[in-house]
Structure formats: structure tokens, C-alpha cells
């Protein structure tokens, strides 16, 4: 039973546009939810994060968007750079708590 | 400042066999987390640590894992005999407190731990 979904294993974008990561979840008990991304051979770091009180957070490129009654929220980054290849990783948590359920991540490819 | 170590990087064994991974989180975190990502999939949660009493270890798979953490610093996660299935990257991650909002975990870059 898999809580937090991400659909698209993989996303190919151009530099310089926009990339959109979407990730979907089941459990209403979730109000707190982060991205995570990954490069090769290196643990998870920290993106950006979202509590459930808001529908929208910004930081730089990055924004994330919560849709609570769709359970759905996605990553956008804007303009995305070659340097944001990598495994993107959604993760919820119940009350901002540490034990966090992911997704399978998607890996972004930024084409020079 | 050091972040998460995770100690050894790579870890080849037999199935049988016994693997002690070990993890030194950043300085002064009580809270420690071992995490399991399994043939690129999702990462799962596996344990809890808050200094050194186990908080939470309903992720662990079955007894055949035993995780300890000594004196509330570094934490080591034994599996004891190793079986195929449990191939895979672990990672532990550790925090400091629960901040504002929410735990901000750091990871470390993981131990690939594959059993033949």
C-alpha cells in the first residue's frame, strides 16, 4: 500500500524552461510535505517543504503547490539549469514528525 | 561542520553472511533515522532513534535486523543472516530537534549493501 505516489519515473526538460514534478498521497493523516533531491552516490537534501495550512511556498526557482482536496502536489522549478538533474523525492509526514513516507522519485533530466 | 557519515560506502556479502553497517550523525542530533531504498524504489522508513532509545522501529522487516545506538551517539544496524531481498542502499539521517514546523532531516550519502 503505497501512500505517496509519483507517477512519472522520469521528466526530460530543456534549460530554461519550466519542470513540474507531481506526487499524489492517500493518507489524510499527511500535513506536512517536503521535497527531497538526489544525485548520484549522495543521501537525499532537503528542497523545499509545504505544511498543509497553505496551498503554495516559494523559495528562489523553486515553488511548491499543495492541493489538499486532490491529495496532489507538485514541484515547480523555474528557469530549470542542467544542475538540477537529478532524483526528486516527495515525502510526507503527520505532524512535521522525521518518519517520512517517499515516493519512488523522478529523475529530471535538464538538456543544455 | 561534518555532516552524516555513513560507514562502509559499499558492502559486498554472501547470503548467510553477517553486515554491520554504521552511521555518526551531525554532532549534537538526538534524533537518528535508518532508512532502506530498495531497487530503486521508494525509500522506507525502517527506525527511530531519540538519543539512545528506539522511538519507533515498525519499519524494521523482521528480526533478522538489530539496530543499536550506544550512548546516544553513533547507531549500528546489523543484519544477521543476510538474504537476498535485503539488497539495497541504506540511509541513515539524522536532526537536531523539531524546529518551527517540522524535523529538517540531513542524510548521508548511504551504505549500498548488495548480498549475493
Known amino acids: 500500500d503505497q501512500q505517496v505516489k509519483q507517477n512519472s519515473p522520469s521528466l526530460s526538460v530543456q534549460e530554461g524552461r519550466i519542470s513540474i514534478l507531481n506526487c499524489d498521497y492517500t493518507?489524510?493523516?499527511?500535513?506536512?510535505f517536503l521535497w527531497y533531491k538526489k544525485y548520484p552516490a549522495e543521501g537525499p537534501t532537503f528542497l523545499i517543504s509545504i505544511s498543509s495550512i497553505k496551498d503554495k511556498n516559494e523559495d528562489g526557482r523553486f515553488t511548491v503547490f499543495l492541493n489538499k482536496s486532490a491529495k496532489h502536489l507538485s514541484l515547480h522549478i523555474v528557469p530549470s539549469q542542467p544542475g538540477d538533474s537529478a532524483v526528486y523525492f516527495c515525502a510526507a509526514s503527520a505532524l512535521g514528525y522525521g518518519k517520512l513516507t517517499f515516493g519512488q522519485g523522478t529523475i529530471l533530466t535538464v538538456h543544455p | 561542520e561534518a555532516g552524516v557519515t555513513q560507514f562502509p560506502s559499499h558492502s559486498v556479502i554472501e547470503k548467510g553472511q553477517t553486515v554491520t553497517l554504521r552511521c555518526d550523525p551531525i554532532s549534537g542530533h538526538d534524533n537518528l533515522y535508518w532508512y532502506r531504498r530498495v531497487m530503486g524504489k521508494e525509500i522506507k522508513f525502517l527506525l527511530h532513534?531519540?538519543?539512545?532509545?528506539?522511538?519507533?522501529e515498525s519499519g524494521m522487516p523482521n528480526n533478522r535486523f538489530l539496530a543499536e545506538r550506544t550512548g546516544g551517539t553513533y547507531s549500528t544496524l546489523k543484519v544477521q543472516p543476510a538474504e537476498l531481498e535485503d539488497s539495497g542502499v541504506y540511509f541513515c539521517?539524522?536532526?537536531?530537534?523539531?524546529?518551527?514546523?517540522?524535523?529538517?532531516?540531513?542524510f548521508g550519502s548511504g551504505t549500498q549493501l548488495s548480498v549475493l
Open positions: 532513534f531519540v538519543k539512545e532509545s528506539k522511538q519507533d
Open positions: 539521517a539524522s536532526s537536531q530537534d523539531r524546529g518551527n514546523f517540522f524535523e529538517k532531516l540531513f
Open positions: 493518507n489524510s493523516m499527511f500535513d506536512y
